[in-house]
């Protein structure tokens, strides 16, 4: 079984500044991935970023990049220099890299960017 | 590519009623996946099509649940004798498995999503 927790519900952040989401997860498959996804008040799911288990090195796309710490179970997403239009719910998710096609996501972060 | 299409958008109906939601995928995409999403929730799987066929159903998905994507391209999601804790939002993903940047992550799309309120 795959678990994902994300403990803030809600974070405020001042625009331009960078911000930290937290996400841990527990999981016995020996190969697995990670993503976020944001979902703005419209309702559509948004890719952002993928780890893999077996990367070599963080990922990163633009502003978003993934701090990937595998001993301690945790894929914290980072954006950096924030803008309004980052306010939106953001979901951590993980799958198995094979077998199971069940993406399971975690109970998201509200975040606010305050100009 | 127009993304991935859901329709109708909202939904209210009585307790009892049957509804059904339609999804249209990406066009080149072979899999496709409904998930659902309840306030304050991430969003919960379903289940998911490789190209027609339905290979996985979670147990969330009673006998009152039923998807199909006849010639693998669009699907619907019917629920039959609505129930209030069947309010929630469908949302319907699509994918091609193995090919981009992220090849190995089988990256999904998400459509906006079908919001359903049962009175």
């Known amino acids: 079984a795959q678990k994902i927790t994300q403990t803030q519900p809600g974070m405020f952040v001042q625009e331009k500044e960078a911000v930290t989401l937290d996400c841990t997860y527990d999981t016995s498959d020996p190969s697995y991935g990670l993503f976020w996804y944001k979902q703005p008040s419209s309702g559509e799911m948004i890719f952002l970023i993928y780890q893999g288990s077996y990367d070599q090195q963080n990922a990163t796309e633009g502003r978003y990049s993934l701090n990937f710490q595998k001993a301690r179970k945790s894929a914290n997403l980072v954006i950096s220099a924030s803008q309004l239009g980052d306010s939106a719910m953001y979901f951590c998710?993980?799958?198995?890299?094979?077998?199971?096609?069940?993406?399971?996501f975690g109970t998201g972060t509200r975040l606010t960017i305050i100009p | 590519d127009t993304g991935v299409s859901q329709d109708p958008r909202h939904k209210i109906t009585k307790r009892g009623q049957n509804v059904t939601f339609r999804c249209d995928p990406i066009s080149e995409h072979n899999r496709l996946y409904w998930y659902r999403q309840t306030l304050g929730q991430g969003p919960e799987f379903l289940t998911y099509f490789q190209n027609e066929a339905q290979l996985e159903k979670s147990r969330l998905l009673s006998d009152r649940f039923s998807a199909e994507r006849p010639k693998g391209s669009f699907s619907t999601l019917e629920i039959q004798r609505t129930e209030q804790g069947d309010s929630a939002m469908y949302l319907c993903a699509s994918s091609l498995r193995g090919t981009g940047a992220h090849s190995g992550a089988n990256v999904l799309t998400f459509g906006a999503g079908s919001r359903l309120t049962v009175l």
């Open positions: 998710a993980m799958r198995a890299t094979f077998g199971n096609e069940k993406l399971t």
